[in-house]
């Protein structure tokens, strides 16, 4: 079982990573995947703050050479067949965002919330914004979740080894 490992492994990384988790998984075991995409296309509604925050942090992830298209998602069924498992799915799992969703939406908001602050100053210095702006957008992303009752989609991709 991996999850949510998108801003750790680099894009061109992951066919390999995920071979790793296969070879080193017993015949008849499984592999289980979840990742959370970080594209916009991701985040249903979407208002102009996290449009714009997205953007930013899509930017940065390109340049460290992290998954910003969303690509990993849609390929970690790919990935495990690449790997030779078999009996392979993939779904996605939606996920309310914000206080309207109740815990859950709850528990989510405050982990994006968590995040995005973690990373307000690499923002801040790469794109010349200072970080207090970051901060009140940040803000404002979360509110527009509980205006617009945004939810967002986990995917969830396993198979089993032969």
Excluded at 90 to 96: A, Y
Excluded at 117 to 136: D, G, M, N, Y
Aim: charged fraction near 20%; include cysteine; proline fraction near 6%.
């Amino acid at each position: 079982h991996q999850r949510l490992l998108m801003g750790a492994i680099p894009l061109a990384a992951w066919p390999g990573a995920v071979q790793e988790l296969a070879r080193v998984t017993a015949p008849g075991g499984w592999v289980e995947l979840v990742e959370l995409s970080t594209h916009i296309s991701n985040l249903v509604p979407a208002g102009p703050a996290n449009e714009y925050l997205a953007s930013l942090t899509g930017q940065l992830a390109a340049l460290r050479g992290l998954d910003s298209e969303g690509i990993v998602t849609r390929s970690l069924d790919r990935y495990l067949e690449q790997a030779g498992l078999v009996k392979v799915q993939r779904h996605p799992i939606r996920v309310p965002l914000g206080e309207w969703g109740g815990r859950i939406g709850s528990l989510l908001a405050l982990d994006f919330r968590e995040v995005w602050k973690a990373i307000s100053a690499p923002l801040a210095a790469r794109f010349q914004i200072p970080e207090q702006e970051i901060l009140q957008l940040i803000d404002r992303a979360c509110q527009e979740w509980n205006e617009l009752h945004s939810c967002c989609y986990f995917t969830v991709a396993y198979g089993q080894k032969p």
